[in-house]
């Protein structure tokens, strides 16, 4: 790889320091631990000296990444849209480096069931975060207050339910693949669309 080689050259510089920045490095820290001089190490950040292959290798090493993250390119599809369920005032983003996870926001005005066998069992695991309002998480017999910008991750494999307490609550979870599809089977159990039924989060 030259200098000529444009755009990807650049990114791989950039990517190079703000890998050692974001660890706290020094420029002789990083030059340390990949066994290159300090000077050399300067020259290649700011573009003074060609990328060979093999420091690639070694600095990806110190860094604690691949080769192939060092060099990956920049995607063009970085924005998307969300599908969005009116009906059941839903928005559900798909991962796309994993597309078996999905994220789903929600807006909840009804407290959890009081019911037991209201609460859901299935494989996977979830985690959210609540965007406004006060969520109450019922997780297996505990019960969990989930305030605004607070986070909860558990198995699902625990029976749960999810709620509003004290007015509406908006929430914003992310389902593994496993989970999803557990939600979307009691979806269409329930006769709704996947993650209809707020309280059977």
């Known amino acids: ?3 000529n080689d444009g755009d990807l050259d ?3 510089r950039k990517r190079i320091r703000a890998l050692r920045v974001a660890q706290g490095w020094s420029l002789e820290e990083l030059a340390g631990r990949a066994k290159i001089s300090q000077s050399t190490l300067s020259r290649i950040e700011n573009g003074q000296r060609r990328l060979a292959l093999d420091q690639l290798v070694t600095l990806a090493r110190a860094l604690d ?6 060099v990956e390119t920049a995607s063009d599809d970085v924005v998307s849209s969300p599908v969005i369920d009116a009906a059941h005032g839903l928005m559900r983003w798909t991962v796309k ?7 789903v926001r929600q807006r909840m005005t009804e407290p959890p069931p009081d019911n037991p066998a209201r609460m859901r069992a299935h494989p996977g695991r979830e985690w959210l975060v609540v ?3 006060t969520a109450i998480l019922m997780l297996g017999n505990r019960r969990y207050r989930v305030e605004t910008h607070q986070a909860a991750e558990f198995p699902t494999m625990l029976p749960h339910a999810i709620g ?3 007015g509406p609550c908006e929430i914003l979870g992310i389902f593994d693949r496993d989970a999803r599809r ?3 089977r009691e979806g269409r159990r329930s006769g709704g669309g996947g993650d ?3 309280a059977r989060m």
């Not at 990444?65 to 060092?70: E, G, R, Y």
């Not at 480096?97 to 994220?103: I, L, N, Q, R, T």
Request: glycine content about 16%; hydrophobic content about 40%; proline content about 3%.
């Open 1 to 3: 790889m030259t200098q």
């Open 196 to 198: 209809a039924d707020a």
């Open 65 to 70: 990444t691949s080769l192939d993250q060092l």
């Open 164 to 166: 509003a307490e004290g």
């Open 97 to 103: 480096a994993d597309p078996g996870m999905s994220v």
């Open 131 to 133: 965007l406004s309002g």
């Open 182 to 184: 557990g939600h979307q």
């Open 10 to 12: 650049g990114l791989v």
